[in-house]
């Protein structure tokens, strides 16, 4: 497996990639030493790889036991975690137990959460299982779980122990979670690292199919984007904010339709809406926004708000952005991420966040839904 140290000011921690690589992966999480490993996965993960991995650790590296929760962003919550913490002490955890969170995104902050509260602290381990996870999630100290209110309003920052990944638990993904991957790929290389631009146009396939090899690109240049703006923001306050682009709208587009639209997928939209927002405000040229929307839909995510998804349910969620407070924005404004040309971020002093009105914001959203309304999105 391939090494790389993701740092955050005093934070580090080893991410391993691979191909076809279960063996390391049990091999790395019995060098941990563990009373016991707890192996977190939602129930359709758990019957392609969780039974079969914890039954490996089982035999290889100590006692290990199971635990799932129901697929989807609705089940991201409190209520899901606590019940979760409750099977992991009747399975005898202590503080010497390793918790392996198996899935992507929504496991990940499902079980880092539940790794920080156990014990105030047991020691955490991701194997990702989609892209959005193995080059954007894990990356991250946040661990976040919703509310009514809105995504990822309660959490903490955790960082795992290590990230195993491999490759090959890729192929068993629908196009949908292939496509939702690409999306925070498109954003790393818009917001972040323009030189991937050329390549990324290049390699984007609308239907989903990827070799390793360009997955394997997609994660690493993932990994160098997110060490540009993390190195010295290890809770994503300051410089690290700018991950953030898109997902203004893109959570509310995701949260409005109860996890229909997948993450990525709801920030690629997001994306648009933000280069639209930045070109009435005068920051950015009609070519940016051009360029947003091509790139979107060559990836093979339809460029507007999804005809299925309230706009009403969109604009309300807008009002619950997990950035409100960065800013001294005034009243009806809200602060996004936004671009003057790719990689040129628009900043309020220290800050990668302007102020935007809600009144054009919500225009922006109302417009991007009805442009492509007669458009079908891919499977």
Known sequence: MQFNLIAMEDASFPYRLGTDCAEDIVARLAALAASSYIVVADTTVAALYGLDLTGRIDKEAGPAHLITHQVGEPHKGLATVEALAEQALGHGADRRTVVVALGGGVTGNIAGLMASLLFRGVRLVHVPTTVVAMLDSVLSLKQAVNTTFGKNLVGTFYQPVEVLADTAMLRTLPAREIRSGTGEVIKNALAIRPTMLDELG???RADARYDDETLRWFIAESLVAKADVTWDDKHERRSGLVLEYGHTAGHAIEHASRGEV??????????????????????????????????????????????????????????????????????????????????????????????????????????????????????
């Open 202 to 204: 290049h390699s984007l």
């Open 262 to 379: 997948a993450h990525g997928a709801g920030v690629a939209v997001g994306m648009i809406i933000a280069a639209e927002v930045s070109r009435r405000l005068g920051h950015a040229e009609a070519e940016l926004v051009a360029l947003h929307r091509e790139l979107v839909a060559a990836g093979g995510v339809e460029p507007a708000v999804p005809a299925h998804v309230d706009t009403a349910l969109v604009k309300n969620w807008l009002t619950y952005d997990n950035k409100r407070g960065y800013l001294d924005s005034p009243s009806g404004y809200t602060p996004m991420v936004l671009l003057s040309a790719p990689g040129e971020v628009m900043r309020t002093g220290p800050l990668p966040l302007v102020p935007v009105p809600l009144a054009l914001l919500e225009d922006v959203v109302d417009e991007t839904a009805a442009r492509d309304a007669g458009t079908v999105p891919l499977p």
